[in-house]
Antibody, heavy 122, light 108 residues
Framework: QVHLEQSGAEVKKPGASVKVSCKAS????????MHWVRQAPGQGLEWMAV????????VYSQKLQGRLSVTRETSTTTMYMELSSLRSEDTAVYYC???????????????WGQGTLVTVSS | SSELTQDPAVSVALGQTVRITCQGD??????ASWYQQKSGQAPLLVIY???NRPSGIPDRFSGSSSGNTASLTITGAQAEDEADYYC???????????FGGGTRLTVL
């Protein structure tokens, strides 16, 4: 069973960048696609990005394309999410989550990291 | 369209059955997955691949799908089922994943 451990809360000023890490406990991480999802206070879930097992292919949400970068280190089973040019509306809890899929049956997200609160405030 | 539509709020009497729906064009191509989120917690997968439950999810949770609509049914709702529920699906037309806006379930 994979456990995802994320880095701690961050407070950033508008215009700055933030980098959040997500470390997987066991080896299926190296064979797994991984996603980032965020949730602004009192709002719903928003899908952000997916990255391939070796980190050589990423898809970003159209909304965040250009400001978002997702990378991963297979040697350390760690994934990173970096969001630049932060604005107040980027204040949210950011989750890393493991992708699961079966051909013809769709995709699902499990397990989820515990979440990292990023606060953007001047 | 890359949108999934859910009713914002639904209520159910304790022990009764409730259905939470999710509508969107992408559901014609792929099955939805469903997530339960309680206040202050990370989301939890409750249904995947149309009608499969992860280990540990009570069998009162079930899923179904028809056309552009996916449904999550709770048969015999319990007080602990009070939470926000989100559907999710991949939209292959834009190669993105999308969540529904969420449904807040109140157990009366």
């Amino acid at each position: 069973q994979v456990h995802l451990e994320q880095s701690g809360a961050e407070v950033k000023k508008p215009g700055a960048s933030v980098k959040v890490s997500c470390k997987a406990s066991v080896s299926p991480f190296s064979n797994s696609w991984m996603h980032w999802v965020r949730q602004a206070p009192g709002q719903g879930l928003e899908w952000m990005a997916v990255v391939s097992p070796r980190g050589d292919y990423t898809v970003y949400s159209q909304k965040l394309q250009g400001r978002l970068s997702v990378t991963r280190e297979t040697s350390t089973t760690t994934m990173y999410m970096e969001l630049s040019s932060l604005r107040s509306e980027d204040t949210a809890v950011y989750y890393c989550v493991k992708d699961n899929s079966v051909s013809g049956m769709g995709w699902w997200f499990d397990p989820w990291g515990q979440g990292t609160l990023v606060t953007v405030s001047s | 369209s890359s949108e999934l539509t859910q009713d914002p709020a639904v209520s159910v009497a304790l022990g009764q059955t409730v259905r939470i729906t999710c509508q969107g064009d992408s559901l014609r191509s792929y099955y939805a997955s469903w997530y339960q989120q309680k206040s202050g917690q990370a989301p939890l997968l409750v249904i995947y691949a149309k009608d499969n439950r992860p280990s540990g999810i009570p069998d009162r949770f079930s899923g179904s799908s028809s056309g552009n609509t996916a449904s999550l049914t709770i048969t015999g709702a319990q007080a602990e089922d009070e939470a926000d529920y989100y559907c999710n699906c991949r939209d292959s037309s834009v190669n993105q994943w999308v969540f529904g806006g969420g449904t807040r379930l109140t157990v009366l």
